[in-house]
């Protein structure tokens, strides 16, 4: 890889507790005492970032503009160097890391936040389909990845039962994190679209989330053990489910190669696999042996707020490493159907050459 | 702790979809039974057919017709469609490989039950009665014992009255939330009450609240109330009707900076000749019998407000 | 290590039109993007990252629709970013796919913007009701319509300007193969004639909607080197932006504008922008906003924009020609607005405008902003590299 002009690190995260509704808050409301904390963390003011960049969807707030109203809570004033990308948070701290990595930025505020509860997100989500060959149809996101999973389990790669241990484990995991959804053992249900039960399936979530990104220096002023990102990108494949291998998810790999996620190995993984048998195409994609810890924090299983909970995936990896929990760590976001978009980002406790 | 307020939100139209050469083949196809493909660059056949080839990004036109019969790649049990999916009772999703093409179309499969369907099981197309020139062309597909049949043939992809164009409705409803703030302003409103927020940082007191200072990124709460009169900074005169609205043009839309708040809101003014209306203008709110908001802002017949007391709020 | 220099060496957009019914939207797309790719004289597998700007997903129906035209882009394998600042975004996502450039991260980026308005309304979009607020008023143009009469209080500016403005928009449009509205023959006295819609706005001063898109190659040294025709070099960029409605807003010259062009300037060792800056291609939506932006990005001094507006300075053949390409009063494809105001500074700083070309252009700003006026978006390019 190019050598990087500067190195940038995860040196501040927050979130919302994520829950089924929040239906007293606005967005603006939701979000707030999220932006507050996470730049309390990072000793930084509203509006004293560098650069600013949020993700959020109109679709899902049923709104056009909507980003535009969370802005009352960034202290926006004197006016900012700000952008959106109508993505998962994880994109936009992508811009971000790039922003920095130009010297325009030392310092960035990252946030997403999305409010499930406002649309029907199973309809929601099929309005991203392709207009003309999908769209019309109406299938679900659920539908759709019943359709991978059984894909998986005709390749011989997982079975019902493996899938239903992969829900336990996450949400066995969740009873740690006070901010998941479901947290410890919850039944699995019956077949929503088989052979997805609904076990196997994220709940609907309303949250957000945030992170302050920091170059060099600066980042060690304000982190006691910076999450040093080593490495990021993000790659699509083509969009309709019946043109590709939907065992397989070569844009992980892909991005997870132009990260350097092969170059050593990982002690753990925050992988946002929002279905079951989505975490054995991620595992088997981004080669993850059985002593890496995948989703301490439960994953999209426990708590699923769209548009935030790719960026809350990089947020957990990098708490875990300002923790002392975890050396070098694994965070990857999705995006479209069936795991059409990936992004994967490697953060390490420090960079190489440098003493603890 | 005031009842917090949600109301139904319905964003509902109907898209008109411009097809061009390939989708537009594909489609008319469809409603004369007959289902196109394409060749990509590397020899596969691409049902749905793209205009581009997915790999290499170029255009691609060699179209090709392919079988209506088909084999299951993939499949999950669906025991509970949702309004707008293509069967009201229970279905499986397929993709389909049909006879003659290398990639898999996406629609329902009519089976009694999941016992009734497996990968590799053969399928073919049931034509939907009426056919327009849309994927829903294609009612269903259901089991059928024939074996492997089709191969890609070339084909003109020329149709009389080609569809050139689809309309896709499109109904989603969500729940609408203001959040605290703004529903502790409606109540207030509700008995015609102004209000703002006075930001603890900067002092400044906003209308409509929103929770926030947003200039200082503080929560605000404490409400302050403004008004009710205030003065015009500025307006336009409405020449046009605007869609669902029952106000007769021309009509002044103004800016209106009640009497303690540090920024304007908007309202219409009446009671006065349109042409009347001049920037300084002393106002005061007027409500009809349940509304909400105000329905405009009337004179109070107080002298103008001098330019420098208010051209810092325009 | 300093930035790598960014070079745009490819242009490309759609002839715009009300309703473009001959093409999907993966058509419309493709090209813009494949006429940028043949002015690079590049192929589709020398892209290596994509960035997609557009406004609303309401506009079109489609949630992210850069996730089914990826395909179209020959983004399989790559990165595809998707930007969205309300009708700043052309002009982001130019500056992000800049940014992917400078900071070494991919050597050539393809930038898009598209809009197509005629999938669904463009009023209907922007004015979906809201519950427990009352109706809006007015539309885009009520919305703007005080700012311009508290601008002519604030300025003391004749009745007229915004005629001017439109009426050499217009003209200029005509010598613009690409633009929406070809207005032959329209007479001054037509547009002044024109019904006012939003008094102190009249239609001829409004902008059309229009289905379209833009396509920029952007490009580093060693690219732009290999490209077979003069590049524009970006000397600087910025975005800035502020909150909605708050007290102390000035609508009719946002502090995030003036920010946001003293960032470009300094960045680009701009200090006279009057003399030193070619050419300017402003988001001027309703023509009274020329002379505003004028003031507000200093080109004008303040309370003086409409009188450079009256010395006939911004005309094609002034000192300072503003919107040679006919500009948004021609041709708006709302989340492409943007991009075209960049790309027709990169052409112009080319030599490659065509009849809509200022002689001897050499330094162009590009200018874009949304929302309440409150989300901006600038670069200045120049026909020579970056010093330094």
């Given at each position: 890889m190019t050598p990087r002009p500067r190195d940038v690190a995860v040196v501040a995260f927050a979130q919302s507790d994520h829950r089924r509704a929040t239906p007293g808050l606005s967005e603006t409301e939701l979000l707030l005492p999220v932006l507050r904390e996470v730049l309390d963390r990072a000793g930084l003011a509203p509006g004293e970032a560098d650069f600013t960049c949020s993700g959020s969807s109109d679709y899902l707030a049923g709104r056009p503009f909507s980003f535009t109203l969370t802005l009352d809570g960034v202290g926006a004033w004197p006016p900012i160097a700000e952008s959106h990308v109508e993505m998962d948070g994880a994109w936009a701290l992508y811009e971000a890391w790039v922003k920095i990595l130009t010297g325009e930025a030392d310092t960035a505020l990252v946030y997403a936040h999305g409010k499930s509860s406002a649309g029907d997100v199973r309809d929601v989500l099929t309005r991203q389909l392709d207009p003309c060959y999908l769209a019309p149809l109406w299938p679900d996101s659920v539908s759709l990845a019943a359709l991978q999973a059984q894909a998986l389990i005709d390749a011989g790669e997982t079975d019902e039962d493996?899938?239903?241990?992969?829900?336990?484990?996450?949400?066995?995991?969740?009873?740690?994190?006070?901010?998941?959804?479901?947290?410890?053992?919850?039944?699995?249900?019956?077949?929503?679209?088989?052979?997805?039960?609904?076990?196997?399936?994220?709940?609907?979530?309303?949250?957000?989330?945030?992170?302050?990104?920091?170059?060099?220096?600066?980042?060690?002023?304000?982190?006691?053990?910076?999450?040093?990102?080593?490495?990021?990108?993000?790659?699509?494949?083509?969009?309709?489910?019946?043109?590709?291998?939907?065992?397989?998810?070569?844009?992980?790999?892909?991005?997870?190669?132009?990260?350097?996620?092969?170059?050593?190995?990982?002690?753990?993984?925050?992988?946002?696999?929002?279905?079951?048998?989505?975490?054995?195409?991620?595992?088997?994609?981004?080669?993850?042996?059985?002593?890496?810890?995948?989703?301490?924090?439960?994953?999209?299983?426990?708590?699923?707020?769209?548009?935030?909970?790719?960026?809350?995936?990089?947020?957990?990896?990098?708490?875990?490493?300002?923790?002392?929990?975890?050396?070098?760590?694994?965070?990857?976001?999705?995006?479209?159907?069936?795991?059409?978009?990936?992004?994967?980002?490697?953060?390490?406790?420090e960079l190489e050459g440098e003493p603890e | 702790m005031p009842e917090q307020l949600t109301a139904p939100l319905v964003v509902s139209f109907p898209f008109t979809r411009s097809l061009g050469p390939v989708q537009s083949a594909f489609l008319t196809g469809l409603r004369e039974r007959v289902v196109l493909g394409v060749r990509a660059h590397d020899g596969r056949v691409l049902v749905p057919p793209a205009e581009y080839d997915p790999t290499t990004a170029e255009e691609i036109h060699e179209l090709v017709e392919v079988g209506t019969t088909g084999t299951v790649t993939t499949w999950a049990w669906n025991p509970a469609p949702r309004p707008n999916q293509p069967l009201a009772t229970p279905f499986a999703w397929v993709l389909v490989r049909l006879d003659g093409a290398d990639t898999a179309l996406l629609h329902a499969l009519d089976a009694p039950g999941p016992e009734a369907v497996r990968t590799g099981a053969r399928v073919r197309v049931r034509w939907a009665e009426q056919r327009t020139g849309a994927i829903t062309?294609?009612?269903?597909?259901?089991?059928?014992?024939?074996?492997?049949?089709?191969?890609?043939?070339?084909?003109?992809?020329?149709?009389?009255?080609?569809?050139?164009?689809?309309?896709?409705?499109?109904?989603?409803?969500?729940?609408?939330?203001?959040?605290?703030?703004?529903?502790?302003?409606?109540?207030?409103?509700?008995?015609?009450?102004?209000?703002?927020?006075?930001?603890?940082?900067?002092?400044?007191?906003?209308?409509?609240?929103?929770?926030?200072?947003?200039?200082?990124?503080?929560?605000?709460?404490?409400?302050?109330?403004?008004?009710?009169?205030?003065?015009?900074?500025?307006?336009?005169?409405?020449?046009?009707?605007?869609?669902?609205l029952a106000i007769d043009v021309p009509y002044v839309y103004a800016h209106i900076a009640l009497d303690g708040a540090d920024l304007a809101l908007h309202g219409r003014i009446a009671g006065i000749p349109y042409d009347q209306v001049r920037m300084g203008l002393r106002v005061e709110p007027v409500w009809r019998d349940g509304d909400r908001h105000p329905d405009h802002y009337r004179p109070t017949g107080e002298p103008d407000a001098d330019y420098d007391t208010y051209k810092r709020l325009l | 290590m300093s930035k790598e220099p960014v070079a745009v060496a490819g242009i490309g957009q759609t002839h715009h039109a009300a309703a473009r019914r001959d093409v999907s939207l993966a058509g419309l797309v493709r090209e813009a993007a494949r006429r940028a790719l043949d002015d690079a004289a590049l192929t589709w597998t020398d892209i290596e990252a994509v960035v997609i700007g557009k406004a609303p997903d309401f506009f079109e129906g489609v949630m992210m629709p850069e996730l089914h035209l990826a395909d179209a882009l020959g983004a399989t394998g790559k990165p595809v970013l998707r930007v969205h600042t309300a009708g700043s975004v052309g002009g982001s996502t130019a500056l992000v796919a800049a940014n992917l450039v400078a900071a070494r991260v991919h050597r050539t980026v393809l930038a898009l913007a598209f809009e197509k308005q005629s999938e669904s309304n463009a009023m209907w979009g922007l004015s979906l009701p809201v519950p427990f607020q009352p109706p809006l008023l007015a539309g885009a143009g009520g919305f703007f319509a005080p700012h311009v009469r508290a601008y002519i209080r604030r300025t003391g500016a004749p009745a007229g300007t915004g005629t001017l403005v439109a009426h050499k928009d217009r003209r200029n449009a005509l010598k613009n193969p690409y633009a929406h509205l070809h207005e032959h023959g329209l007479t001054l006295e037509a547009v002044r004639n024109s019904p006012m819609l939003w008094d102190p706005i009249r239609y001829s001063e409004t902008c059309p909607s229009s289905d379209g898109a833009c396509a920029m190659v952007l490009t580093d040294r060693a690219g732009a080197a290999r490209?077979?025709?003069?590049?524009?070099?970006?000397?600087?960029?910025?975005?800035?932006?502020?909150?909605?409605?708050?007290?102390?807003?000035?609508?009719?010259?946002?502090?995030?504008?003036?920010?946001?062009?003293?960032?470009?300037?300094?960045?680009?060792?701009?200090?006279?922008?009057r003399r030193q800056i070619d050419v300017a291609e402003?988001?001027?939506?309703?023509?009274?906003?020329?002379?505003?932006?004028?003031?507000?990005?200093?080109?004008?001094?303040?309370?003086?924009?409409?009188?450079?507006?009256?010395?006939?300075?911004?005309?094609?053949?002034?000192?300072?020609?503003?919107?040679?390409?006919?500009?948004?009063?021609?041709?708006?494809?709302?989340?492409a607005s943007g991009m075209l105001r960049f790309a027709e500074a990169a052409l112009q700083v080319r030599g490659a405008a065509g009849e809509h070309q200022v002689p001897g252009a050499r330094r162009a700003l590009g200018h874009a902003y949304g929302g309440g006026a409150q989300f901006f978006a600038m670069w200045l390019v120049a026909a020579a590299p970056p010093t330094g």
């Open positions: 493996d899938l239903a241990a992969i829900a336990a484990r996450n949400r066995a995991a969740a009873t740690h994190n006070p901010h998941a959804q479901l947290r410890g053992a919850v039944p699995h249900g019956d077949y929503v679209v088989r052979p997805l039960r609904t076990g196997d399936c994220p709940p609907v979530s309303d949250g957000a989330a945030a992170v302050v990104l920091a170059a060099g220096e600066r980042a060690r002023r304000m982190c006691r053990r910076p999450a040093w990102i080593r490495g990021i990108d993000h790659r699509i494949e083509p969009h309709d489910p019946g043109r590709r291998d939907l065992t397989d998810s070569p844009s992980t790999r892909l991005a997870a190669e132009r990260a350097g996620a092969f170059d050593a190995p990982v002690d753990t993984a925050e992988l946002h696999a929002p279905f079951t048998a989505q975490e054995v195409i991620l595992r088997k994609a981004l080669r993850l042996t059985g002593d890496v810890r995948v989703n301490p924090s439960g994953g999209a299983l426990a708590a699923h707020p769209l548009m935030a909970a790719g960026l809350v995936r990089i947020g957990e990896a990098a708490a875990r490493i300002h923790r002392g929990e975890s050396h070098r760590a694994l965070a990857h976001a999705t995006s479209g159907p069936c795991l059409q978009q990936n992004l994967v980002a490697v953060l390490e406790a | 062309d294609i009612a269903c597909f259901e089991p059928h014992d024939g074996p492997e049949t089709g191969h890609a043939t070339p084909h003109h992809g020329t149709f009389t009255d080609p569809v050139t164009s689809l309309t896709a409705p499109a109904r989603l409803d969500y729940t609408y939330t203001p959040g605290r703030a703004q529903t502790r302003h409606l109540g207030n409103l509700a008995r015609h009450l102004l209000t703002g927020e006075r930001c603890p940082s900067c002092r400044k007191v906003h209308v409509p609240p929103r929770g926030a200072c947003p200039t200082c990124g503080v929560a605000a709460t404490e409400q302050v109330v403004v008004g009710p009169r205030g003065t015009v900074t500025t307006f336009c005169v409405v020449n046009i009707k605007a869609r669902n | 490209a077979p025709r003069p590049p524009a070099w970006v000397h600087g960029g910025a975005m800035r932006s502020e909150p909605t409605l708050f007290a102390g807003k000035d609508f009719v010259s946002p502090r995030a504008g003036r920010d946001c062009a003293a960032d470009v300037y300094r960045q680009a060792g701009i200090t006279d922008p402003l988001y001027v939506p309703f023509s009274w906003y020329e002379p505003m932006w004028l003031e507000n990005l200093g080109l004008a001094a303040e309370g003086e924009g409409w009188k450079l507006v009256e010395s006939g300075a911004t005309e094609l053949d002034g000192d300072l020609p503003v919107n040679p390409s006919g500009g948004v009063l021609s041709t708006n494809p709302i989340g």
